[in-house]
Structures are given as structure tokens and as C-alpha cells.
């Protein structure tokens, strides 16, 4: 007894003690970025000054690096007795992988995934997959369709072996369930080969033990400590001024991605929304007049392949499309005036 009354009164002198000496008013500083005399940098300025910045440790990193490159044969070994290779360390791993594609990949079929796109998506990934690797001409219902027609195809050729590399299959874009399960799928095909990098924390994470046993991941430490350059090109800065760079850098690296005859509509439905910047009342063009501007410049032969490559577009949130009130479906594309008109120049370069 009379030791819980020492252990009650040394509980209440605490709490005394930081009753006295504490306050329930809590200070913050009101110092903050906003009221920095020194003016935001553009995005070129800042690139050029952090250029000039010596690189620290730059004989060590290379000769990290260069450590990791007597692990390819292994990947490539493991990756032919059915595992996935999967990279995660501090660093950029982009240039390791893209060595490593350049050479053992060269001569096998091979496709790159950029997860860190912010415009990537689960149907971009099956739309290469089944209509650049497997050749298939038409179009699908939905990415359920599509993934079956993969599957059910590579099963069906056991000796096309599809090697897929995918940077950052962590990327924001690429961490919902369904892709996940999507992506876990395909790995599971003996004669797809699946290797990925990850630089989230919480990465891990996006796997439960069901996605686990499709991927068959073999885990490589792969510490670099490359700058995630390309990788955090996409992403706000504090110190950047907010310009359209970002947006035309996006738009030009997801049009790289499409195809020529894609990039020539999408080019057209640029020029006619410029050619009426000016008119308050322009709402969008026609998806009938765009039509047949798309059949004089042969870019399309049917309505039906404009609509599928218009939800290309969509799913990769370049074009908004809205009904007005005579029911007509009219185009407008989702990206400000100034960033059109400096893309236009870029690709006329």
C-alpha cells in the first residue's frame, strides 16, 4: 500500500512540474518562404545554377555504380528462370536499368514504362503491349479485355519471351489495387519478364501477400545515389516560379509516347483552339468538323478510329469533351493558351 501511495505522488509531482513549467499556448514562427526577400528562380535559371554545383563523392558513385553492373547476368539469368527483378536503394536507379536494357535487352523484345509520368496509365501499358509487341489491330471494350487478350496470347506462344522494364512502379499513377493486380498478372506469364525499380518508403506496401506470389519478386539493393533528375522533373518546386514549363514538358513527353498519326490529331485540334483564342465565345470544335479535317490530312479512315484515339486523349487528360445545347459533342483541349502555342513551336523545330 505504501508503495502505489509513492508511486501516486510521484505521478502528481510530474504533472506539477509540467503544469508549471509548460504553457498551453503553442508558438509557431512566422517566418516562412513567402517573406524571402530573394525572388523565385526560373526553372532554366535554377537548372543552370545547380549545374554548376560540383558533384560530391563523384569517383565513389561511379564506382558504386559500376559494382552493380557485374549483377546483370544474374538479373538475366533470374529473370529466365521466372522471377521478377525488382531494384530499391537510395538513388535514382533510371540510368542503371537503362544500362542494363542497352545491354542485354538490345536484341530481345523489350518495352520501357516511365512510372513516374504523370499522365501514365494502366490502358497506355496494354495498349503498347498488344498493339506494338503483339501486333493486334483493333480495339477493346476495356483494359479487362485487353489484359485477357495479352495473357491468353503469350500463353498460347510460349517462345515470344516479353521483357517489360518499368521505372518506378511505385510512380503515383501506377500504385492503385487494380493496376497493381494488372501488372502482378502479367509477371506471373512464364514468358513475360517483369523488372521494376521502387523509391517510395512505403512502397512495399502497395503489395499484399495475393500480388507477392504473382510478381515472384527477388529484391536487389541497388544504392546509387544518382539524382532522381527525370524522375522529380514533373514535380512543384518551392523555388521555381509556376510557369507552363512543367505542363509543356508533360505534354511534350506523353505525345512522345503516341504514335505519329495520334500526334497529327492531336496537332490539329491544337491549331484550330488557337486560331480562336481570341473568341470569347468558342466552346470547342465539333467532333464532326474535326472529323473531316482528320480525313483531308489521312490521319484517320473511320469515326470509330478517331473516338478511340479522342479516349486516349482522356486518359491521358490532354481533351475535355462536353455536349451543347443543341446536342452536338464539342473538343476543347485541357491545357492553357501559352503552353499550346510554345508546344506548336517546339514541334514545328
Known amino acids: 500500500m505504501k508503495h502505489e501511495t509513492n508511486n501516486l505522488c510521484s505521478m ?42 560540383p558533384a560530391c563523392y563523384s569517383s565513389e558513385i561511379e564506382k558504386l555504380h559500376s559494382s552493380h553492373h557485374e549483377h546483370f547476368n544474374k538479373w538475366m539469368l533470374q529473370l529466365q528462370l521466372g522471377y521478377s527483378v525488382l531494384l530499391y536503394g537510395l538513388g535514382s536507379k533510371k540510368a542503371l536499368l537503362e544500362e542494363f536494357r ?10 520501357v514504362v516511365n512510372g513516374f509520368f504523370p499522365s ?53 499513377m501506377l500504385r492503385g489495387g487494380k493496376t497493381q493486380n494488372a501488372l502482378g498478372q502479367l509477371a506471373s506469364l512464364p514468358n513475360l519478364h517483369l523488372v521494376a525499380s521502387i523509391d517510395h518508403i512505403n512502397a512495399p506496401l502497395v503489395w499484399d501477400q495475393c500480388k507477392l506470389s504473382q510478381f515472384n519478386w527477388l529484391w536487389w539493393e541497388c544504392v546509387c545515389f544518382q539524382r532522381y533528375v527525370e524522375e522529380t522533373s ?44 481570341d473568341n470569347p465565345s468558342y466552346t470547342g470544335l465539333s467532333f464532326q468538323d474535326f472529323y473531316q479535317r482528320c480525313r483531308e490530312a ?12 479522342l479516349t486516349e486523349f482522356r486518359d491521358h487528360k490532354l481533351i475535355r469533351t462536353r455536349k451543347g445545347a443543341d446536342g452536338v459533342e464539342y473538343l476543347l483541349v485541357a491545357v492553357e493558351t501559352s503552353t499550346l502555342t510554345d508546344f506548336l513551336e517546339k514541334e514545328v523545330e
Not at 20 to 45: C, I, V
Open 298 to 309: 489521312f490521319l484517320v479512315n473511320s469515326d470509330l478510329t478517331l473516338r478511340t484515339q
Open 234 to 277: 514533373y514535380e512543384n518546386s518551392l523555388l521555381v516560379q509556376q510557369t507552363g514549363a512543367l505542363a509543356l514538358s508533360s505534354l511534350t513527353h506523353v505525345l512522345r509516347s503516341l504514335t505519329a498519326n495520334a500526334r497529327g490529331i492531336f496537332k490539329l485540334l491544337v491549331e484550330f483552339q488557337l486560331e480562336n483564342k
Open 120 to 172: 501514365i496509365s494502366l490502358k497506355s501499358i496494354l495498349t503498347a503491349l498488344s498493339a506494338e509487341i503483339l501486333e493486334h489491330q483493333g480495339t477493346f471494350r476495356n483494359p479487362a479485355d485487353q489484359l485477357q487478350y495479352i495473357t491468353t496470347t503469350l500463353r498460347e506462344q510460349p517462345d515470344l519471351h516479353v521483357y517489360l522494364l518499368i521505372h518506378n512502379i511505385d510512380g503515383p
Open 12 to 53: 502528481y509531482l510530474v504533472e506539477e512540474y509540467f503544469e508549471a513549467h509548460g504553457t498551453s499556448k503553442f508558438l509557431t514562427s512566422d517566418r516562412t518562404l513567402q517573406r524571402l526577400h530573394t525572388p523565385k528562380l526560373d526553372r532554366e535559371t535554377l537548372f543552370r545554377l545547380l549545374e554548376g554545383k
Open 102 to 111: 542497352v545491354s542485354l535487352l538490345c536484341q530481345e523484345i523489350h518495352l
